[in-house]
């Protein structure tokens, strides 16, 4: 071979075997490429449904909400301002960065909005879906929101049950409330019949769907969800914390479908059913627990105080 003739064909060589070497160096970069992605999402699709639904949750922070419902109770405005009186003084500089509401009956709102000094909000326990009219004994949005009152329950299961309010009822007040420009907790939740035969998720659907109806995307930041089973409210019954998970859970569920998930993962949804100083604690560690309704406990300032002030790890 001539000096030329082997120049040439050393440097087509060169050219032959480092192109083989790109080649060879993508194609492997591929495979590792994809023997990763194999692994996060085979992983991601084997750990456990809690770990998965955590990931897409965790940076919605969903600031808690404590609320209480007085019910038929105190007896007396006194006992009323004293009760408000104490619970507000449990909240410190100290307590978890949440919201904190009482809903007190009619006539004890005003007394104990001034007794709390703003350290907390006073809503209403219910209202009637109408404005105005002869309606005999009924209150309005616009009465409760013109004493200061932005939250209001709607659906509580005694209202259900012993007033005999439906689904279209409760689903009236939310409306209502919502175009007053008002906020609405609705209270959802299964009998124990229903529950013993697996049907708390059916329920919830229900009562989500037909409470909700006619409320759009852009009003669900004036709405929380309160999932009370029927079987532990005032019968000293709690649902587990992995129960009280598992149905807020699907309950979310069934927001994404109604709203997307944005505004599900954003929504707050409380837990109700004879919540306790003992209970609360493992309630809210749960990554779908963001809150709770109190009953019985929310007459009690020291032990509604030790639930405002709830410990997690």
Same mark, same amino acid.
Request: aromatic share 8%; hydrophobic share 45%; with cysteine.
């Given at each position: 071979?001539?000096?030329?003739? $082997?120049?040439?064909?050393?440097?087509?060589?060169?050219? %032959?075997?480092?192109?083989?070497?790109?080649?060879?160096?993508?194609?492997?970069? /591929?495979?590792?490429?994809?023997?990763? $992605?194999?692994?996060?999402?085979?992983?991601?699709?084997? @750990?456990?449904?809690?770990?998965?639904?955590?990931?897409?949750?965790?940076?919605?922070?969903? /600031?808690?909400? %404590?609320? #209480?419902?007085?019910?038929?109770?105190?007896?007396?405005?006194?006992?009323?301002?004293?009760?408000?009186? =104490?619970?507000?003084? &449990?909240?410190?500089?100290?307590?978890?960065?949440?919201?904190?509401?009482?809903?007190?009956?009619?006539?004890?709102?005003?007394?104990?909005?001034?007794?709390?000094?703003?350290?907390?909000? %006073?809503?209403?326990?219910?209202?009637?879906? !109408?404005?105005?009219?002869?309606?005999?004994? &009924?209150?309005?949005?616009?009465?409760?929101?013109?004493? +200061?009152?932005?939250?209001?329950?709607? +659906?509580?299961? !005694?209202?259900?049950?012993?007033?005999?309010?439906?689904?279209?009822?409760?689903?009236?007040?939310?409306?209502?409330?919502?175009? *007053?420009?008002?906020?609405?907790?609705?209270?959802?939740?299964?009998? !124990?019949? !229903?529950?013993?035969?697996?049907? @708390?998720?059916?329920?919830?659907? %229900?009562?989500?769907?037909?409470?909700?109806?006619?409320?759009? /995307?852009?009003?669900?930041?004036?709405?929380?969800?309160?999932?009370?089973?029927?079987?532990?409210? #005032?019968?000293?019954?709690?649902?587990?914390?992995?129960?009280?998970?598992?149905?807020?859970?699907?309950?979310?569920?069934?927001?994404?479908?109604?709203?997307?998930?944005?505004?599900?993962?954003?929504?707050?949804?409380?837990?109700? =059913?004879?919540?306790?100083?003992? *209970?609360?604690?493992?309630?809210?560690?749960?990554?779908?627990?963001? +809150? &709770?309704?109190? +009953?019985?406990?929310?007459?009690?300032?020291?032990? $509604?105080?030790?639930?405002?002030?709830?410990?997690?790890?």
């Amino acid at each position: 071979l001539t000096s030329r003739t $082997f120049v040439r064909w050393w440097w087509w060589q060169r050219c %032959i075997v480092g192109t083989l070497v790109v080649v060879v160096t993508i194609e492997t970069m /591929k495979v590792i490429a994809f023997s990763l $992605f194999s692994l996060v999402a085979t992983s991601a699709a084997f @750990a456990p449904v809690s770990e998965r639904f955590r990931r897409s949750t965790t940076l919605q922070a969903r /600031k808690p909400f %404590i609320s #209480g419902n007085w019910k038929l109770n105190p007896a007396t405005r006194d006992e009323a301002v004293e009760l408000a009186s =104490g619970i507000a003084s &449990a909240i410190t500089p100290s307590s978890p960065d949440s919201d904190v509401a009482l809903f007190v009956p009619y006539p004890y709102i005003e007394a104990a909005s001034n007794a709390v000094a703003g350290k907390l909000q %006073i809503g209403a326990e219910t209202i009637y879906p !109408e404005p105005q009219g002869a309606f005999t004994g &009924a209150v309005c949005a616009s009465m409760v929101k013109s004493v +200061g009152v932005q939250w209001a329950l709607a +659906g509580h299961s !005694e209202r259900r049950v012993i007033f005999g309010e439906s689904d279209e009822d409760i689903n009236e007040q939310c409306v209502a409330l919502i175009n *007053s420009g008002m906020s609405v907790m609705l209270c959802i939740g299964e009998s !124990e019949a !229903e529950y013993d035969k697996d049907l @708390a998720g059916a329920v919830c659907e %229900i009562q989500l769907k037909k409470g909700l109806a006619g409320i759009g /995307k852009a009003d669900m930041a004036n709405v929380a969800i309160a999932y009370e089973p029927v079987w532990a409210i #005032g019968t000293g019954k709690v649902a587990t914390p992995e129960t009280a998970q598992s149905v807020h859970s699907t309950c979310r569920a069934i927001l994404a479908e109604m709203y997307g998930q944005e505004i599900a993962d954003a929504t707050r949804i409380l837990y109700g =059913g004879s919540v306790s100083p003992e *209970s609360i604690d493992n309630l809210m560690a749960q990554p779908d627990v963001d +809150g &709770a309704l109190v +009953g019985g406990a929310s007459l009690d300032s020291e032990k $509604f105080g030790r639930i405002i002030n709830f410990e997690t790890s």
